[in-house]
């Protein structure tokens, strides 16, 4: 393999998961950088690969990052993994991959298990749009803002969640939302994988039976139903500008909501 960034896509769970070519490419990189190392080696160990690794998680990633350019330059191969999944995904390697890219160096992908998108296959909600948001703020305030800021997207959302902020995660959902579509995807290709479905507060109610919610999650929202205009056009667009909204923003949240092209929306209004 030439001097390359390989970004390794490893299991979220089944092991057999992991794809040959990430096999292939793991055992012949001189260096694994691991979001964790003692994870990653267990997944190295099940697979009979021996090559050296190092941490590559939030709290190191800037000095990491110029430790593994200097590798980069110097001709070596370097894999980077995330703990589970498609690396930069709601994990480490940004700022590694950017800087590869700046030094000339190949960033290589090398496509597997994508919890994001596993759900989404297996959800049952449209899949000609969707919107992958990550993780959703810790504070309530600042995720109600959020969810707020969604609440005219027309595709499908996707977020990962944590078990114990779920049930907080689906009443906030509830009260902006309303009835759109939910799925709580959880464990994911593990033994305990399951697929809740229905309003946010029906799947609320179902994990609030439990005595408790465990495992990796992933949150997916369906499209809200067609909401019926009761103001027009351009007095809709009028209103968003009172709120100290720039005329065009205005415009395009208007076509957004709608359904309507921005210049459809324009001609209306000028």
């Known amino acids: ?134 993780f959703l703020p810790v504070k309530s305030t600042q995720r109600r803002k959020t969810l707020e800021s969604l609440r005219a997207e027309t595709c499908t959302l996707i977020f990962y969640e944590a078990p114990h902020r779920i049930l907080d995660t689906l009443s906030d959902i509830a009260a902006l939302m309303g009835d759109r579509p939910v799925v709580v995807a959880r464990e994911l290709t593990k033994f305990y994988e399951e697929f809740l479905r229905g309003t946010a507060e029906q799947v609320r109610v179902q994990l609030a039976a439990r005595p408790s919610v465990k495992g990796e999650i992933t949150l997916l929202i369906g499209k809200g139903a067609p909401v019926a205009a009761t103001t027009s056009i351009e007095e809709a667009v009028r209103e968003l500008e009172a709120t100290g909204l720039a005329r065009m923003d205005a415009i395009k949240q208007v076509a957004r909501e709608r359904g309507l092209s921005k210049r459809d929306v324009y001609k209306q209004v000028t």
């Open 1 to 134: 393999m030439p001097a390359s960034l390989y970004l390794v896509a490893t299991p979220i769970g089944n092991l057999e998961d992991i794809t040959l070519r990430a096999l292939r490419v793991l055992k012949e990189a001189d260096v694994i950088a691991c979001e964790d190392t003692r994870q990653t080696g267990k997944l190295l160990a099940h697979f009979g690969i021996d090559k050296p690794t190092v941490s590559y998680h939030e709290h190191n990633e800037a000095a990491r990052t110029q430790e593994l350019l200097v590798r980069l330059e110097a001709g070596a191969q370097v894999a980077l993994v995330s703990d589970a999944g498609t690396p930069l995904i709601s994990d480490p390697g940004y700022r590694l991959v950017t800087a590869a890219i700046a030094a000339g160096i190949p960033v290589v992908p090398v496509p597997g298990a994508s919890a994001a998108l596993s759900a989404l296959a297996a959800a049952g909600l449209p899949t000609d749009a969707f919107r992958f948001c990550g």
